[in-house]
């Protein structure tokens, strides 16, 4: 079953956030994950405000992308997204058509 990334970013250092940027995808491929969304226009509808940036990767599944985020290639990437963004991350699991 397939899994999501959903992630909710305000980047706080542009220069610095690149390096992240320019290393993360690598990770996501070697996983099999897939850019859905990332940046672009959104709107809250309801909860919280609107975040400055959204991203959704797909994966084919909850393990995959569970691993691909603890993976040490992923892991090096986060640490040039250290202190250049806020972040928060949650890996949903998809449901049955």
């Known amino acids: 079953m397939k899994a999501y990334w959903i992630a909710h970013v305000e980047v706080l250092n542009p220069d610095q956030y690149v390096g992240y940027t320019q290393r ?32 959704v990767i797909e994966f084919d599944s909850f393990d995959q992308a569970v691993a691909c985020y603890h993976s040490k290639e992923y892991q090096q990437a986060c640490q040039f997204r250290q202190g250049a963004a806020a972040v928060e991350i949650v890996i949903v699991e998809g449901c049955v058509p």
Do not use: D, I
């Open 24 to 55: 993360a995808p690598a990770a996501f491929a070697l996983y099999g994950g897939r850019l859905l969304a990332r940046g672009g226009r959104s709107e809250a509808m309801e909860g919280r405000e609107t975040p400055q940036r959204s991203v």
